[in-house]
């Protein structure tokens, strides 16, 4: 009931694929979706906030479907990747005629639109029409007329396009802030190294279809073709190589770059661990042991391949 | 106030200012006010008075002339073409039309926002050029046989008369223009297979003649255009030999033909999907 649900669902443009038999349940929180281009990462987006309709299957979300169109887009904000605005119109204005479609009264309108523009940081500039705004000013109104009706659900297609590091940060701290007051804020993106940082959970998509999802680290843990890398720092490398070489689970040592420390490819993650304890307890000084690939990038590139652009 | 009147006013909030205010639909405005250009022209420069045939009842014909065979078929149904049409493919072309269909407005309520935004703007501009044309044509005739004309004559009979015809020819042309735009990519092309038929329809059978906008409007126009004796060639397209329906038919046939358009519109618009990416 709480969850944004897709039921088998395909989309087909014509002959053209856009996602094939998808199921999801996404719960609450950041959900990054990844994919390359013509995964079918706005296809997904489209349906969620039901601008599309599936071809088969059906989209539920919050118990609600989209042909209930009153209480169904009261709950969903999407910010599209389609930079355009209505012309003629400033920043202000663009965000309180589109919150008028609502039926806030007028006083409503007005603050709801306010407070809105002051979340993303534009209250300056909100008196200039939206065809002088840079680039990044132009995505954060767009998320400001998303996020002004306080919706439940926050769809945001490639929302960090464009934005400075400082105005990068605030609005990643804007989404924590909103998934932690409740709302589900689904985010698709192409850096992969800021998936980690943003989201609770990762949709990866390839070809139309969702190649998996979950917690990253899940998701990681169930790649057997792939084995762990553990990055470990210690006082005797070389030591410790020639002790890891002799064990079943370790696929694969090698020295850093920086003679400081070692690259270790294991079978069973949690074995490895248990050895590592023993072995420190031999007089190996070990500094810091971290894993290499439990990232998004990783993950991606194990899935979906490092050759596919993710965008 | 209800959530869909609130709605409707919201829409037209958006529509009229784009419609009223828009570099794009300047051109709409000089359709719509260029006939009083040659009659403010003939009022500065004949010198007036009852010389070469300028008479009061001349102007009345020349006046049906140009509304009939002018202002309905060209300048209104053009300027529909550009107000209706644009309402959802112009948005679809601006990729814009997402920030409605996102919004908690049913698309029936979308669909009769939309129209009454389009037919407010269209009455402003058209039917204003209309009640501009009889001053612009009949001023220099003098006041005394203007008012004579106005209030003692078939003057304000007929203003009413060519009023009502081009706010009903903006309801009529404009529920086609407005489905045009709801159902097809290119709306220009129904808009030529829309003229080619109205433009045709003087030589149609009696029948044929009524599945038509224009038969209603000549209808409902005071003066009856008669084909000139040896109108041939192209000219001969634009003559009706027009069989008058009565005015009170024509109207409720014309109001009748918008509704069933939009609803058929707003039906369709229920299934409208965002797909910027195939435009």
């Known amino acids: 009931m709480n ?27 950041v959900t990054s979706l990844v994919g390359p281009n013509g995964s079918g990462k706005t296809t997904l987006m489209n349906m969620i906030a039901g601008l599309l309709r599936p071809s088969r299957g059906r989209v539920v979300v919050c118990g609600v479907e989209p042909d209930d169109a009153e209480r169904f887009f009261r709950m969903v904000g999407y910010s599209t990747q389609y930079d355009s605005f209505p012309r003629g119109l400033t920043g202000f204005e663009f965000v309180e005629s589109y919150l008028r479609l609502y039926g806030f009264s007028a006083k409503d309108t007005k603050r709801l639109a306010w407070e809105a523009i002051d979340r993303v940081g534009l209250r300056e500039a909100s008196g200039r029409t939206t065809a002088g705004y840079s680039k990044g000013m132009r995505q954060r109104i767009r998320l400001a007329q998303a996020i002004a009706h306080r919706p439940r659900i926050l769809v945001l297609d490639e929302p960090l ?52 999802e979950g917690r990253i680290r899940g998701m990681r843990d169930e790649i057997a073709e792939h084995p762990m890398q553990v990055l470990i720092r210690c006082d005797k490398p070389e030591y410790l190589a020639s002790r890891l070489f002799h064990e079943n689970q370790v696929v694969e040592v090698r020295l850093h770059a920086d003679r400081a ?24 000084q070990i500094e810091s042991v971290a894993p290499a690939d439990d990232d998004a990038q990783s993950v991606y590139e194990y899935l979906i391949g490092s050759e596919e652009s993710t965008k | 106030m209800t959530l869909w009147r609130r709605q409707i006013l919201a829409i037209m909030r958006i529509d009229l200012r784009k419609t009223f205010f828009s570099r794009r639909g300047i051109w709409i405005w000089l359709l719509a006010f260029c006939p009083e250009i040659p009659m403010v022209a003939h009022w500065l420069f004949s010198g007036g008075g009852e010389h070469s045939g300028d008479t009061l009842g001349n102007d009345v014909q020349i006046l049906a002339a140009i509304f009939q065979f002018f202002y309905l078929r060209v300048a209104i149904f053009f300027g529909c073409v550009g107000i209706f049409s644009n309402l959802f493919r112009g948005e ?32 402003v501009i058209f039917g204003g050029s209309t009640l501009l044309m009889f001053p612009a044509i009949f001023w220099h005739h003098g006041r005394e046989l203007m008012s004579a004309y106005m209030f ?93 329906a009565p005015t009170h038919l024509a109207v409720i046939n014309l109001v009748l033909i918008a509704a069933f358009v939009v609803v058929w519109a707003a039906l369709r618009a229920r299934r409208m999907e965002i797909s910027y990416g195939a435009d």
């Open chain 1, 261 to 284: 420390g070692l690259l270790v490819r294991t079978k069973s993650a949690d074995g490895f661990y248990k050895l590592l304890n023993h072995i420190a307890l031999n007089g190996v």
């Open chain 2, 152 to 244: 003692a004559g078939p003057g304000m009979s007929h203003l009413a008369s060519y009023f009502a015809a081009a706010v009903l020819a903006c309801v009529g042309y404009g529920s086609l223009f407005l489905a045009s735009g709801v159902l097809f990519r290119n709306p220009l092309i129904p808009a030529a297979g829309l003229l080619i038929w109205e433009s045709i329809n003087g030589f149609l059978p009696a029948l044929l003649k009524k599945i038509s906008i224009i038969y209603w409007l000549q209808s409902i126009c005071p003066i009856p255009m008669p084909a000139p004796k040896g109108t041939t060639g192209i000219a001969s397209l634009l003559v009706i030999d027009i069989d008058p």
């Open chain 1, 161 to 212: 396009n464009g934005l400075d590091p400082l105005a990068r940060a605030e609005t990643i701290a804007l989404f924590q802030a909103l998934a932690a007051e409740g709302s589900h804020v689904l985010i698709s993106t192409h850096i992969l190294h800021e998936v980690d940082l943003i989201s609770d959970h990762v949709i990866m998509m390839n070809q139309g279809y969702v190649v998996a």
């Open chain 1, 3 to 29: 969850d944004i649900v897709f039921d088998n669902v395909s989309k087909f443009y014509g002959e053209i694929l856009g996602v094939n038999r998808v199921n999801l349940s996404i719960p609450p929180g």
């Open chain 2, 92 to 123: 679809m072309m601006d990729k814009s039309l997402h920030y409605y269909l996102l919004a908690p407005v049913r698309r029936e309520v979308l669909v009769a926002g939309k129209f009454i935004s389009g037919l407010a703007a269209a009455i």
